[in-house]
């Protein structure tokens, strides 16, 4: 088994896709609870400080909205890191759109601080269980061309 795990990450190393980049990629990941979310929905300013209107609404239609919140809120971190603010920005500034594949719409702030860090296409994968949420964001450097 230890061979067939070295033998693909040869593979995905010499992936033309990876060797042509020419700057690194920012990686951010992110785990939440969902129970620790499905007690902050409890509270009403946590999902209108935390989540705009249209993503409300969205994980609100779900059959399972904490679980849906837990995976946005997921997101919105791993955004953060990848970008490399942190959890130095306004949760609205950073919205899910999108599905089933989502999307990211940086707005105010952090849409500044992208421009000035170069920051490209950012690629968001969330998933969640029925006890915890994660989130993978990847930003790319900014093609100029």
Not at 129 to 134: G, K
Request: aromatic share 6%; with cysteine.
């Amino acid at each position: 088994m230890r061979g067939d795990l070295r033998a693909i990450t040869d593979v995905d190393i010499r992936h033309p896709a990876i060797t042509a980049l020419k700057a690194p990629l920012n990686v951010g990941v992110d785990i939440v609870e969902i129970d620790r979310v499905r007690r902050a929905l409890e509270r009403p300013a946590f999902r209108e400080r935390c989540f705009t209107e249209a993503e409300r609404a969205y994980c609100d239609s779900r059959a399972h909205p904490a679980q849906s919140y837990a995976a946005r809120f997921a997101g919105k971190e791993a955004v953060g890191k990848a970008l490399g603010c942190g959890v130095r920005f306004t949760w609205r500034e950073i919205e899910i759109v999108g599905r089933p594949k989502p999307s990211v719409s940086l707005t105010g702030r952090t849409a500044a601080f992208a421009e000035r860090v170069r920051a490209g296409a950012i690629d968001l994968s969330m998933t969640h269980s029925r006890e915890i949420a994660a989130a993978i964001a990847v930003v790319s450097p900014r093609d100029d061309g």
